[in-house]
């Protein structure tokens, strides 16, 4: 019996025979990738990018190869490296895209593609333009199945269809829709504490109304998440929900306040409508802080007509009864608006601060989870790193990394990330949320926090004395 032939077979023949035609081996390249045999693809890229280091061609060809066997993060160091010239090309950010659906992240997926779409606005006429909400289109009526995509990546968060008009396309993500995150506590390293809290106070009302109701607590007040810039806060309300397997659904104060008016306030008013329609669903405020209701009523816009709203869930029967839960975050508990504090309305605090040693240990792990690197002490480095809140210990694993690649472009191969690397890192990354907890130490001794409600200014005293930045 005949073997199959091998339309790859002849290419190889004509290299060998010379060996350094480099055309012919990116020829070798395409091919190899178009029949999916990527990491045979990715040796010829590599080979030809050490030929020709300058050619970002080959480069984004190499990424995408990498992206093919799944190796995202391989993928997003060269493609950052053409994304940050001066005039990048709008495929580079189509591959961003690629990246970050493979990451689960569908919306920076969107603002890289948004990226591309600026350089090239034929894009914005493609079906993946729609698809990924970046274009004329709806933004929001996505289908669930991305399956389709000539990104070819799987989708990242099933979408409730049916609410559209609010420009969502900035990367500043004002409104989203309710959606399932595919993250979990499992993806935010530490904070055993404060996950419990949270469960506590705002899935355990949806999943267990009985018991809250045998025990006479109420089950229809929000919750306030506070903490300093980059502790993460965000991030762990949307692994909450996905861990009790729930909708989230979130808008930005801040954003609305500087971008409402533009955007008009039709679309808000189908927001929480929407939120019951996906329940049970955490509505998720963030940047409580910004808005200043005497401003508020004076101007009017999206930001007041997004908080009537809020307010209005607050009446009539009990959020759990209906299926919600209401979480709002904030880096400036001290100028809540009286507004939002009032009995009935947000009850209940939960402080995020910097983590443990036992947290940035586990959060360093994920974060150099991925990359090339070799044995390191993070139990070590992560004693070296107190201090420090989760963006702080991002920025020092990108200064490491970064390191790392810049050696590894000198010699022409990879290099590992080293212990002594991360260590450099730290020191060249200063704690950042010093100056707040100054701030709240010098608010709270103050004769009384604006407009505080007496529980929620005692969560905020006992964060205070609780802050320790020297661990």
């Known amino acids: 019996m005949e073997s199959p032939f091998d339309p790859i077979a002849p290419l ?16 070798l390249a395409d091919q190899l990738a178009r029949l999916t045999r990527f990491e045979e693809a990715e040796l010829e890229y590599r080979d030809l990018l050490a030929r020709t280091p300058d050619d970002d061609g080959i480069r984004l060809a190499l990424a995408q190869a990498y992206l093919g066997q799944g190796k995202a993060a391989h993928a997003d160091i060269l493609v950052e490296l053409v994304t940050g010239r001066d005039d990048p090309p709008a495929r580079a950010f189509v591959i961003l895209a690629q990246i970050r659906i493979a990451e689960r992240d569908f919306q920076g997926a969107r603002v890289a ?11 914005e006429a493609s079906d993946v333009a729609a698809e990924l909400g970046v274009g004329p289109s709806n933004p ?16 990242v968060e099933t979408q409730v269809p049916g609410f559209g008009g609010f420009d969502a396309l900035d990367p500043a993500r004002r409104l989203e829709l309710p959606a399932r995150p595919r993250v979990s506590f499992r993806d ?26 045998a025990y006479g607590r109420d089950a229809g007040i929000g919750t306030i998440v506070f903490g300093p810039p980059g502790s993460g806060k965000t991030h762990l309300v949307r692994c909450l929900a996905g861990e009790a397997g729930m909708h989230l659904a979130s808008l930005d104060l801040r954003e609305l306040g500087e971008h409402g008016r533009q955007a008009g306030v039709e679309p808000l008013q189908g927001f929480f409508d929407a939120a019951r329609r996906a329940s049970p669903c955490i509505v998720l405020i963030e940047n409580l802080d910004a808005f200043d ?9 999206a930001a007041m007509e997004a908080v009537r709203g809020l307010l209005a869930e607050f009446e009539g029967r009990p959020l759990a009864a209906r299926g919600l839960a209401i979480v709002a975050t904030t880096e400036r508990p001290w100028d809540l608006d009286p507004l939002f504090i009032r009995p009935g309305r ?12 036992v947290g940035r240990r586990e959060i360093l792990q994920r974060l150099l989870d991925g990359k090339p690197s070799t044995s390191i002490d993070l139990k070590k480095l992560a ?10 210990l991002v920025e020092i694993v990108d200064v490491a990394t970064e390191l790392a690649l810049e050696e590894a472009l000198a010699l022409g191969d990879p290099v590992p990330i080293r ?37 929620l200014a005692q969560v905020l005293t006992r964060a205070m004395r609780s802050a320790d930045l020297r661990e």
């Open 12 to 27: 190889r023949e004509a290299l060998a025979a010379s060996p350094d035609n480099v055309p012919l081996r990116r020829h």
């Open 188 to 213: 935010a390293g530490g904070f055993a504490a404060e996950k419990s809290k949270l469960s506590l106070l705002v899935t355990a009302p949806l999943l267990r109304p009985d018991l809250f109701q």
């Open 383 to 392: 004693r070296k790193a107190s201090g420090r809140t989760v963006a702080d």
């Open 140 to 155: 929001f009526e996505l289908e669930e199945d991305l399956d389709d995509l000539d990104l070819g990546i799987a989708p």
């Open 293 to 301: 209701g005497a401003a508020g009523e004076r101007e009017g816009g």
């Open 419 to 455: 212990e002594k690397t991360l260590a450099i890192a730290i020191r060249e990354v200063p704690a950042t949320a010093a100056g707040w907890y100054e701030t709240l130490r010098a608010r709270a001794a103050e004769s009384g926090l604006r407009g505080s409600a007496r529980h």
């Open 113 to 123: 593609f948004r990226s591309a779409c600026e350089l090239e606005p034929a894009l």
């Open 346 to 357: 947000f009850q209940r605090a939960v402080a995020i601060g910097l983590p443990g040693d």
